[in-house]
């Protein structure tokens, strides 16, 4: 199966409003990445944890190893926070190889 | 200034056919990646490289060969193309243990 399984794999909020995105993992995990990828395709780097909890603007994240979870947070959602949300997690031992979830396609309307 | 760039950034080529897909890097990163994106299975890893020189087996490496000329420039080859290999090509960079970084990616077509 899936080592990193994320959901879900839609959402859809109005602007103003909020969600919490999730990606579980089925090993343990040394750290997690959160990407978004935008209507043209680019990658944008969101988070990089090892550990812990980061906030950026109305996005936080946290990453949680020992239970084997990530979350990540958007508050005050905006028409231009739509987009496909990833998570990627580096394994132990994995040489600096990320795997990715299969995204959140997120749709914020107005 | 952009620091991960690819070139082409598309590419259509016939079954059978040669294509390279080249990246380049600026950040004085010793870690460079090549992945696929397509539908239904988010990014998977085909090779990587942990210095010039260097390779690595990623997680679906079958149809590709890569090289590492340079800490800045790493090639993706196919050298005998299939329509299965038609899909969104991303490189990245990272210093061990850090975030990667992504180029703008490449859409191959093969017809």
């Known amino acids: 199966g899936d080592q990193v399984e994320q959901s879900p794999s839609a959402l859809s909020l109005h602007e103003g409003t909020g969600s919490a995105l999730r990606c579980n993992f089925t090993?343990?995990?040394?750290?997690v990445q959160w990407f978004q990828q935008n209507s043209r395709g680019s990658l944008i780097n969101l988070f990089y944890?090892?550990?812990g909890t980061k906030e950026n603007g109305r996005l936080k994240s946290t990453f949680n190893s020992k239970e084997s979870y990530s979350t990540l947070h958007i508050r005050d959602a905006q028409l231009e926070d739509s987009g496909t949300y990833f998570c990627?997690?580096?394994?132990?031992?994995?040489?600096?190889?990320?795997?990715f979830g299969k995204g959140t396609k997120l749709s914020v309307k107005s | 200034e952009a620091a991960v760039t690819q070139s082409p950034r598309n590419k259509v080529t016939v079954t059978g056919g040669n294509v390279t897909l080249s990246c380049r890097q600026t950040n004085s990163h010793n870690y460079m990646y090549w992945y696929r994106q397509d539908t239904g299975h988010g990014l998977r890893l085909i090779h990587y490289s942990y210095g010039a020189g260097n390779l690595q087996i990623g997680d679906v490496p079958d149809g590709y060969k890569a090289t590492r000329t340079t800490q800045e420039d790493f090639f993706l080859l196919l050298e005998l193309a299939s329509p299965s290999q038609t899909s969104l090509y991303f490189c990245a960079s990272s210093a061990q243990g850090d975030t990667q970084y992504f180029g703008p990616g490449t859409r191959l077509l093969v017809l």
């Open positions: 990627a997690a580096e394994g132990w031992g994995s040489n600096a190889k990320l795997t």
């Open positions: 090993t343990t995990m040394r750290a």
């Open positions: 944890l090892a550990s």
